[in-house]
T-cell receptor, first 112, second 109 residues
């Protein structure tokens, strides 16, 4: 089945730092990848849809200048949280355009 | 707008059967998924329904009624390791997915 790898698993950093999260499809080509955010005891919330070779589509309320998405190849999408602040601390998960969606293992981001 | 409702929490006894309900309202429907999510981990796929009826997969079964916008996940012979959150998700408009808030299941001895 489809395998999605996400890195890193944990990030702890100071406020104001920019953090990059990678999402790779290991055994298939992913023209579309999805980035979700999940706060404790809440649902997965779609942040943006990443399209290979074109601009990402952001959901309402998600700042595109803060959450930079790059999908430069058919196997890699990256999410960069720029100038992260404590309120950005969350669990970030990517998935790829397979059915069912297969998720990366997630990245727990903690901003001090 | 799109909406999914499922109970927040359920408790059941080891060895018993539990049914987790999900109702949805979406503009279009391409399929319904159930995922299991343990705390701090990513969701893992359990089942998929696109046509009405029951899909059985070992101890897990999932039912769908598209006319009622309703699904349930049935877990049999509950084990302690089944304690987790169970997410109902609906695909609509192609690849768009909306997730329910999840039902936290506590299995007690």
């Amino acid at each position: 089945g489809a395998v999605v790898s996400q890195h890193p698993s944990w990030v702890i950093c100071k406020s104001g730092t920019s953090v990059k999260i990678e999402c790779r499809s290991l055994d298939f080509q992913a023209t579309t990848m999805f980035w979700y955010r999940q706060f404790p005891k809440q649902s997965l919330m779609l942040m943006a849809t990443s399209n290979e070779g074109s601009k990402a589509t952001y959901e309402q309320g998600v700042e595109k200048d803060k959450f930079l998405i790059n999908h430069a190849s058919l196997t890699l999408s990256t999410l960069t949280v720029t100038s992260a602040h404590p309120e950005d601390s969350s669990f970030y998960i990517c998935s790829a355009n397979s059915q069912p969606q297969h998720f990366g293992d997630g990245t727990r981001l903690s901003i001090l | 707008g799109q909406n999914i409702d499922q109970p927040t929490e359920m408790t059941a006894t080891e060895g018993a059967i539990v049914q987790i309900n999900c109702t949805y309202q979406t503009s279009g429907f391409n399929g319904l998924f159930w995922y299991q999510q343990h705390a701090g981990e990513a969701p893992t796929f359990l089942s998929y329904n696109v046509l009405d009826g029951l899909e059985e997969k070992g101890r897990f079964s999932s039912f769908l009624s598209r006319s009622k916008g309703y699904s349930y996940l049935l877990l049999k012979e509950l084990q302690m390791k089944d304690s987790a959150s169970y997410l109902c998700a609906v695909i609509y408009g192609g690849f768009k997915t909306i997730f329910g808030a999840g039902t936290r299941l506590f299995v007690k001895a």
